[in-house]
């Protein structure tokens, strides 16, 4: 009944003590970070249960957000846009994960080759882009604008990726107790001897930071 910062806040926080860390204010989805897994909040059954429910019907979920834009825009035969906002650990990264989920895969079903490069380019990005913080393992230290294409039948057809905004500074300096990009220690664990040879990759405790290395992949 009154709309203001306490009531919010205290009614975002009963929500949260029950495990619904989603909360509606108008059209707007507030999402807490529950820092653990809250069981079948994103399965197959649930991506069908918000297919085609107008916001509102169904307990707020992010699900919901993306299954307004996608019918907005069948609807409307307009390009609609989800913002995703928040500060280091919200839980960003994850909200976007969710929504390129839904947004490629309707009905809960095995996604077609382009939804699934859709899909798999997120964690390459994320490689490059994400860095342990004081506040975060697997912190977006880059901002996005991912466009995902539907053709005339609301069939995703592609995607692109019109900015891609990256912290440089972090590439040869970082703070005390975080980390360079994720690529990095990923090339020390995994790559091949010829490759390591030729960017001169030992172990990621023999290096302060990691300029050389990322500089030659990038």
């Known amino acids: 009944m009154y709309l203001n910062a306490a009531t919010v806040l205290n009614n975002i926080r009963i929500r949260y003590m029950k495990d619904k860390i989603y ?32 916001l509102g019907v169904l307990p707020p979920h992010v699900f919901a957000i993306a299954d307004k834009a996608f019918r ?16 280091s650990g919200a839980g960003k990264t994850e909200s976007t994960k969710y929504l390129l989920r839904y947004l490629c895969d309707l009905w809960g079903s095995a996604a077609g080759p382009i939804e699934q490069k859709i899909l798999d380019a997120n964690p390459v990005m994320e490689a490059f882009g994400n860095a342990k913080t004081t506040r975060n393992n697997n912190s977006s230290r880059f901002g996005k604008f991912m466009e995902v294409h539907f053709d005339s039948k609301c ?24 980390r360079n990009y994720h690529v990095f220690y990923l090339l020390c664990a995994g790559a091949p001897e010829q490759l390591r040879q030729q960017l001169y990759i030992t172990k990621p405790d023999d290096f302060h930071v990691s300029t050389h290395a990322l500089k030659s992949v990038i």
């Open 72 to 87: 907005d825009m069948k609807v409307l035969k307009q390009s609609q846009s989800i913002i995703v906002s928040g500060e």
């Open 155 to 178: 069939q995703v057809v592609g995607g692109y990726i019109s900015h891609y905004l990256l912290e440089k500074s972090r590439i040869c300096m970082q703070g005390p107790e975080e």
């Open 23 to 54: 909360t509606y204010v108008a059209n707007i989805l507030i999402a807490v970070n529950p820092y653990v897994e809250v069981k079948d909040l994103y399965s197959s059954q649930a991506i069908r249960s918000y297919q085609g429910k107008s």
